[in-house]
């Protein structure tokens, strides 16, 4: 094998480079054909990913470029063995398309599912300051869309993204009830609806709404307290959970490895299985349990 690829030479990175140009050449062109259905399929894909960056409000980059990019690092993947095995003859033990290919594809996904789950954390880390400045917008005027419209300048990023397009969606004739709807829809969080939820009630019911959410802040505020108290009084326990779930394993591995006759009897006889068998079950049980004792929900 190394001496017939040695003995092609420049043949053999001539057929590698031809191979990638007429596959870049064939995607660039069936992709350039909007007609074709792989070109359909790109642009849904790209308008599927724009309308992602936007619930984000990314706008630096684009679908396109994120599409872009997958098509490159699959091209790579499936290039990686052959090149690899013209420069050292020989080619990888693990095929790097089998992996590069499923990671290329999957990468924009989780990367999607990443960014909101962080975008809601920020969000509801300013939660009690947005009802805090609400309350006091509401004070100064009591129109609740000329109160969100205050709130949004005295806002940081992302609160402040969400407030203005709320605003925006106000002003162009969407009803402010269904507006802050659809901002609990966009933002996922259910600490967030459940303020939203608040302000909506409070808005039909006529009462004093300040004084609800001024209320509804320092619930939160506390809240936020007693959670950083759980964690910190947690903390210790997940440590501990975590090497009552790794260290047995690991332990028996290194015994098997110091003397492989030591624990032999408990795999060869009936009492052996037995033993195994209910330590095993005992191993379980507690990782189960330190689960249910650790899962402290406020």
Do not use: C
């Amino acid at each position: 094998m190394n001496a017939s690829v040695a003995q092609l030479g420049p043949f053999a990175w001539l057929g590698v480079v031809m191979f990638a140009l007429g596959l870049g050449a064939s995607i660039y062109i069936t992709l350039t054909d909007e007609e074709s259905p792989l070109a359909k399929q790109y642009f849904r894909y790209t308008r599927h990913l724009d309308v992602q960056l936007r619930a984000l409000f990314i706008h630096d980059i684009t679908g396109k470029n994120i599409a872009n990019w997958q098509i490159v690092a699959i091209l790579v993947a499936l290039l990686f063995d052959p090149v690899l095995t013209l420069l050292l003859g020989e080619g990888t033990d693990v095929p790097v398309a089998l992996v590069g290919v499923p990671v290329a594809v999957a990468a924009p996904a989780l990367w999607f599912i990443d960014a909101r789950h962080k975008r809601q954390e920020a969000i509801e880390k300013q939660l009690d300051t947005f009802l805090l400045a609400l309350a006091n917008a509401l004070k100064a005027s009591p129109s609740l869309g000329d109160a969100l419209n205050a709130t949004s300048t005295l806002l940081r990023a992302p609160m402040k993204q969400e407030l203005e397009l709320t605003v925006k969606e106000n002003q162009l004739g969407v009803p402010l009830d269904h507006a802050l709807l659809n901002m609990a829809t966009r933002v996922g969080s259910r600490a967030f609806s459940g303020a939203l939820t608040t302000v909506l009630i409070g808005r039909q019911t006529g009462g004093d709404l300040p004084r609800i959410l001024e209320t509804s802040a320092a619930t939160l505020r506390e809240m936020a307290r007693l959670e950083g108290v759980v964690r910190t009084k947690t903390a210790e326990g997940k440590a501990q959970a975590w090497v009552l779930g790794v260290v047995p394993p690991l332990l028996v591995g290194l015994l098997n490895w110091l003397d492989p006759l030591w624990l032999q009897p408990l795999s060869t006889t009936f009492i052996g299985y037995i033993i195994v068998a209910i330590a095993v079950a005992f191993w379980v049980a507690a990782i189960f349990a330190a689960r249910r004792i650790l899962a402290v929900d406020i």
